[in-house]
């Protein structure tokens, strides 16, 4: 039995993309974000483009760029991607 790698499911690619699209929205280039992950451009493009995988705490440095702690939008796309309620008690 085959199975698909977790890059290619569609909740994962949901969510770069939606990462993408709000790097846009923040008016950042792929170098400006590589530059402060001290990445290269390519490996942003990459990672947009589900040919790389992000790591999770490449993620975490991605969401410090992209100012989570102070951006709603990207708080409620984590969340939601990481089905956690916030709701309960941890």
């Given at each position: 039995m085959s199975r698909t790698?977790?890059?290619?499911?569609?909740d994962y690619c949901s969510f770069i993309q939606c990462l993408c699209e709000e790097r846009k929205r923040l008016g950042l280039s792929q170098l400006e974000v590589a530059q402060q992950l001290g990445m290269t451009q390519s490996e942003i493009s990459k990672i947009e483009t589900a040919e790389r995988r992000v790591d999770i705490y490449e993620l975490k440095l991605i969401l410090k760029v992209y100012r989570v702690q102070h951006n709603e939008r990207l708080k409620h796309l984590?969340?939601?991607?990481l089905e956690l309620d916030l709701n309960s008690a941890l």
């Open positions: 790698k977790t890059i290619y499911s569609q984590v969340v939601a991607f």
